[in-house]
């Protein structure tokens, strides 16, 4: 028997039960740093939980601890503590404002292809537990065209690409998609690609910079993207950042928690969409596992 044979028997069996719980998986992505991503999945974290939703953020982009810092909270343990120390799934889980949880990522999973079969069994029977601890599982991945965060990407069947105006930015949002469209296992028909702007000067910014970016797209890419909406450029937010705090917490009447508000009421109005394929984190982590070879 191959090391993938007990992940590949775990997802059989999770397709048996018609009644377990899967977590929406949503992940939030950029094609370059510093364009807000992490910004976004904290405060979309938060609109879920104002709408009753329980919600974990898993910082998958490794390393950096992004969401921990804009937390202003300090982890016990991450999820390399999950994987190499014998942690189990909510030891590594750490309590943000609203009760938001975040895993954060530590900087060791790039060694899982060296794990025997039991501890991957062992890693996917723990993350499953996720399903049924939120509602809302988003995924932080790292910036840029990494193998690592194409590898998040293509298991994701719901994809948040955050850019801005800048040229550089459009550029390298245009890059991520190129390579996530080329990548082999990348399916068009499961997964959804929206786009978020931000720091937009104007409310009709937004739309113009997702028309620049679809138009390419469209033509030369066979990878279908929709525009879910626009973040104002707002003084509050920055000195929300700055304070470690989420501005949809700090500030809540400003524009840009607004508008963080808005896209997460229409994401919300979108669960229902024929096109998105709830997963849930088992089916998302199995996903990535058994493309290691072994």
Known sequence: ???????????????????????RVISVTSGK???????????????????GLKVIILDADFGLANIEIMFGAIPTYNLYDLIYQGKNIREIITWGPMDVGFISGGSG????????RDYLSYIIRNLSELDSMADIIIVDTGAGISDAVLEFLVA????????????????????????????????????????????????????????????????????PITYLGEIPEDHQLAKAVMQQ??????????????????????LMNKEASPNR????M????????????Y
Request: charged share 20%; aromatic share 6%; net charge positive.
């Open 1 to 23: 028997m191959d090391q993938a044979e007990p992940l590949r028997n775990i997802i059989k069996a999770g397709t048996v039960s018609v009644n377990k719980p899967l977590a």
């Open 33 to 51: 740093g510093g364009v807000g991503k992490s910004n976004t999945a904290i405060n979309l974290a938060v609109q879920f939980r104002k709408q």
């Open 109 to 116: 999973i790039t060694g899982l292809s060296n794990l025997s």
């Open 156 to 223: 994701s069947g719901e994809i948040l690409l955050v850019t801005t105006s800048e040229p550089t930015s459009i550029t390298d949002a245009y890059s991520l998609l190129k390579a996530l469209s080329r990548h082999p296992r990348y399916e068009s028909g499961s997964t959804e690609v929206k786009v978020i702007a931000n720091r937009v000067a104007l409310l009709e910014d937004g739309q113009t910079l997702f028309n620049k970016l679809n138009a390419v797209v469209s033509r030369y890419l066979k990878i």
């Open 245 to 266: 705090s989420p501005v949809s917490l700090k500030t809540p009447g400003a524009r840009s928690a607004v508008a963080y508000e808005t896209i997460a009421a229409k």
């Open 277 to 280: 394929l709830k997963r849930g």
């Open 282 to 293: 088992e089916a998302f982590f199995s996903h990535i596992l058994t493309t290691k070879k």
